[in-house]
């Protein structure tokens, strides 16, 4: 046990969101709630940047203010991580919070004072949409890889960052271990990146470029912070740098677990720049950056300005927020990429969701209610079951699945393994054949029917358990049928044997009740 720091990266406000960002706000929300079970002291942050280019922009083509557009799309954001069931514990703005405008500025000024903070002029192709600088070779047929645009080229005096100094301090922290990437590939992918050598970066842009919007430079009216210095500081402005010493000290200063969940188009923002930039302040550096890839659709990168994404709003207002968790953490890699179609969605919705575990929490907490009034009889004296036996895996498979070896879907196969487990004990036991024994007055069978309800019953309770960092909505609503209360905290809750005799089940309800699929 100890502190937990969780973060996703923080998107443009230019447009509403798309799946693309739910597969991440649900990423670090599985992390976040994880770490809660397991005891430990977590913070999980999310929140929009609010002070790029772009969503100026975007402001001039809806005929809207900048500050009515971002308020607007803000408030889209924070919805849908309540739509989704994720449980943040805050939600900075960049352009709203009063927290965040001072931290950035004690930022700027503590990476001035190490000397790191330079003007010089400068010239180079610029991505709007990316908010980045790029070399020639870093294009493809002269166009940004992500957004498909031509950038436009850009001359003029800027602030800049003396990243070129830090090449040697980053290569220590990624060959120590005191900064990973992950997947592994992309950790080594960033080590090549420092190792061709660092140039020093634009902190700045003008005013009049930034049409008056973004944290103005301190003792400098004619420029704004460049989005990312400024948008990349809320990591520790929310937890007070500059406002609020006993937090930061708490999850960022004395805490070794700092993990940020990111897309793969910005790890060198979170992995080069971010780090360097602590570095200089005197600040620790983030622990671990944990990448995921892009969601794909009809062949082209879901995209806010492309408009090719999925509203994941819609998706869970159609389907419930846990149909869309199950399929962003059980059918998309976590760190690759991944194509979403109606068809398979609607597909793992019947197959999984409502079959397999919908139906087989109907039909137990059913035989509950008819055999047995609603009340779980006493187990039985066989020692280890087959279905106990897979049950016994789930502890150590989850450990495993959602921390050092980070895959939501491996979590998944564990849970799904009780749940067949389950229904093959269901189909090779057959209640409805025992009852009419017991019913014939045979003893045996009465004491084999208490046996294997109250073991369908504890499979469900731990399935139930296991699955509350990763379908939390879904989770409750089996355990209250179950008629259990979750436990607070994992210590001995996943463990085979808790259900306690004579726990009352409510009346069963279908917990992923049959959908039509329909085009979103």
């Avoid at 309540?82 to 919070?97: C, E, V």
């Avoid at 009063?98 to 004072?113: D, F, K, V, Y």
């Avoid at 760190?335 to 139906?359: I, P, S, V, W």
Wanted: with cysteine.
């Amino acid at each position: 046990m100890g502190s937990f720091y969780v973060t996703t990266a923080i998107p443009f406000v230019n447009a509403e969101p798309h799946l693309g960002f739910a597969l991440e706000l649900v990423q670090a929300d599985v992390l976040a709630r994880y770490h809660r079970l397991r005891g430990d002291d977590t913070w999980f942050l999310t929140g929009t940047d609010e002070n790029s280019l772009t969503n100026v922009l975007a402001a001039e083509r809806a005929g809207l203010s900048v500050r009515a557009l971002v308020d607007r799309n803000a408030a889209v954001f924070r919805a849908l991580a309540r739509t989704l069931g994720i449980s943040n514990d805050d939600f900075i703005r960049t352009a709203a919070d009063a927290r965040h405008r001072e931290g950035a500025r004690r930022l700027w000024e503590a990476c001035a004072r190490a000397g790191d903070v330079y003007t010089r002029a400068y010239r180079g192709l610029y991505c709007v949409r990316c908010e980045a600088f790029y070399a020639p070779d870093e294009l493809v047929d002269g166009r940004c890889a992500d957004h498909d645009a031509t950038p436009e080229i850009v001359e003029e005096e800027n602030y800049f960052f003396r990243l070129s100094r830090y090449g040697e301090r980053l290569a220590d922290l990624l060959d120590s271990g005191a900064m990973r990437v992950r997947p592994e590939w992309r950790h080594h992918e960033v080590r090549a990146f420092v190792a061709r050598g660092l140039a020093d970066f634009s902190i700045s842009r003008t005013r009049a470029r930034a049409r008056g919007w973004g944290l103005p430079v301190p003792g400098d009216d004619s420029q704004v912070m460049y989005v990312w210095f400024d948008a990349l500081a809320n990591y520790i402005t929310a937890l007070g740098y500059g406002t609020d010493p006993a937090r930061l000290q708490r999850f960022w200063l004395d805490n070794p677990r700092r993990v940020h969940v990111i897309g793969k188009n910005i790890v060198r923002f979170h992995a080069v720049y971010w780090p360097a930039m602590l570095l200089s302040a005197g600040l620790p550096a983030p622990a671990t950056i944990v990448v995921h890839g892009f969601l794909n659709r009809d062949g082209r990168r879901m995209s806010k300005t492309l408009g090719t994404g999925v509203d994941p709003a819609a998706l869970a207002g159609a389907w419930g927020p846990d149909a869309v968790r199950y399929w962003l953490l059980r059918e998309v890699p976590p760190t690759e990429d991944a194509d979403y179609t109606d068809a398979g969605f609607a597909r793992a919705y019947a197959a999984d969701l409502a079959n397999d575990l919908g139906n087989l929490l109907q039909r137990a907490v059913s035989m509950l209610h008819r055999y047995r009034g609603g009340a779980v009889p006493a187990p039985g004296s066989e020692a280890v079951t087959p279905l106990a036996a897979v049950a016994a895996g789930v502890p150590d498979r989850l450990e495993q699945a959602l921390g050092d070896g980070w895959d939501p879907r491996v979590a998944l196969d564990a849970v799904f393994a009780v749940v067949r487990a389950a229904n093959r004990a269901v189909e090779d036991t057959r209640p409805w054949q025992l009852a009419r024994a017991e019913r014939d007055g045979d003893a045996a069978s009465a004491r084999r029917l208490d046996a294997t309800l109250w073991e369908l019953a504890e499979a469900l309770r731990i399935v139930a358990e296991a699955l509350r960092p990763l379908l939390p909505d879904a989770a409750a609503r089996m355990a209250a049928q179950l008629g259990v209360t979750p436990a607070a905290r994992w210590t001995d809750a996943l463990r085979w044997g808790g259900l306690r005799p004579g726990t009352r089940a409510a009346a069963p309800t279908p917990l992923f009740p049959r959908r039509e699929p329909g085009r979103l």
